[in-house]
């Protein structure tokens, strides 16, 4: 792989390839944009077949987060971490404690969190080493309900501009995935009266909880979530999930959830989406709750500020679709340019000489 290349490519800042002999820490930080301010994006721990894969990796994931948080209306700029090697193996307080070490030696531009197989404790042994961590627990604590409350305002804009009405219980929602995320908004969903809801899960004690709880809602086998006849398409388990495969079976006329990554090719099955008249919710800008969450612990955490900027989330959608219908575009690409517009208007706007 030609890392330069590479970066020039994508306009990638910064890569730092981090080694540390006592703990055995193996792993790279990517700073991919901070016209905003500081990169910001988690830490991730993925047993890589090779230096590239790790090296590709991360630098598609900062880029994705640039992205993510301008579109959340942040100042942040976009950076991720990978640490290689197997996370039931490799963990300890010494291998935390190095990366937090490393994380302290870019002064402030790049911040981290928890990300896949790290958890809020790994953080908190970060954290000793580092003033740049964020999503620790006693702060800003689980993200997973503020990202549901995000996606629930999501849906309320995704339906008001498809169907111009966003009452909740006028519609049907079919859900994939009722995990962490997926069963805060279906509480959200149901508290405003949703009028059917469909779900499905491959975890039988998930299920079994969802039906506990809500009795009416109809459990469906993972591979019929797609053709149920309803408004809203709500994914909440894996990314990847819209495809050639799949897209041709909804029978949904908007897709609105928390997932990442949720169409295996983003232009391509946006496209797709696009010419059936379904109403696609990008996903990096419906699921930012979290990114949100974290962010206000750098400016002294306070809820009600958080809960106020997770509104924002409606609107913000709202106008990446006004984007995607004036350019004649599918969402993810108007979602795109919202973000990119952004970050070059304030870059624009910081151009002119003031004294701080
Ligand atoms: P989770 O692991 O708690 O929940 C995912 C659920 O999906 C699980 O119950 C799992 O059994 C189920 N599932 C997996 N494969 C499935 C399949 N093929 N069919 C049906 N169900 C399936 O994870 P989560 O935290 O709820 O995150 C869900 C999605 O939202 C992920 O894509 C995640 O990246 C994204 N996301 C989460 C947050 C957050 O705050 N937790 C923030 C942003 C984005």
């Known amino acids: ?91 300890s307080e010494t291998l935390f404690r190095a990366f937090g070490r490393y994380v302290q030696s870019l002064n402030g531009r790049y911040i981290t969190a928890e990300d896949v197989n790290t958890t809020t404790k790994d953080m908190d042994f970060v954290k000793m080493e580092t003033d740049f961590v964020v999503g620790l ?61 469909y779900f499905t899960d491959i975890n039988k004690t998930k299920v079994a909880a969802v039906k506990t709880k809500y009795p009416d809602a109809i459990y469906v086998e993972p591979d019929a979530i797609y053709s149920q006849d309803v408004d809203v398409f709500v994914p ?41 008249k379904i109403l696609y919710a990008p996903d990096f800008v419906i699921n930012a709750g979290g990114v949100i969450n974290v962010y206000h612990e750098l400016h002294g955490y306070n809820k009600e500020n958080v809960l106020n900027d997770i509104k924002k989330i409606y609107d913000r959608l709202l106008e990446i679709f006004k984007i995607s219908d004036l350019e004649n575009t599918d969402t993810q690409s108007a979602a795109n340019i919202f973000a990119e517009q952004r970050i070059k208007q304030i870059h624009n706007v910081r151009g002119n000489y003031i004294i701080k």
Request: net charge positive; hydrophobic share 40%; charged share 25%.
């Open 1 to 91: 792989m030609d890392k330069f290349k590479e970066m020039k490519k994508f306009g990638h800042e910064q890569l730092v390839f981090i080694h540390d002999k006592t703990s055995g820490l193996k792993g790279v930080i990517c700073i991919h944009d901070t016209t905003l301010g500081p990169a910001l994006g988690g830490t991730r721990i993925w047993d890589y077949k090779n230096e590239d894969e790790a090296v590709y990796d991360v630098m598609r994931l900062a880029r994705g987060m640039t992205y993510k948080n301008s579109a959340a209306g942040l100042n942040l700029g976009g950076g991720k971490a990978v640490i290689i090697g197997d996370a039931s193996k490799i963990k």
């Open 137 to 197: 627990e006693g702060k800003s604590g689980d993200p997973s309900p503020i990202t549901a409350l995000g996606a629930f305002h999501g849906i309320r804009a995704t339906l008001q501009y498809k169907f111009k009405n966003e009452e909740i219980g006028k519609y049907s929602y079919a859900i994939q995935g009722v995990g962490k995320t997926g069963f805060y908004l279906m509480d959200y969903l149901i508290e405003a009266g949703a009028k059917k809801i």
């Open 236 to 276: 909440c388990a894996l990314g990847g999930i819209l495809n050639d495969k799949t897209i041709p079976l909804l029978k949904a006329k908007a897709v609105a959830g928390v997932a990442n990554n949720v169409l295996e090719d983003e232009i391509a099955h946006s496209k797709l989406l696009k010419e059936r």
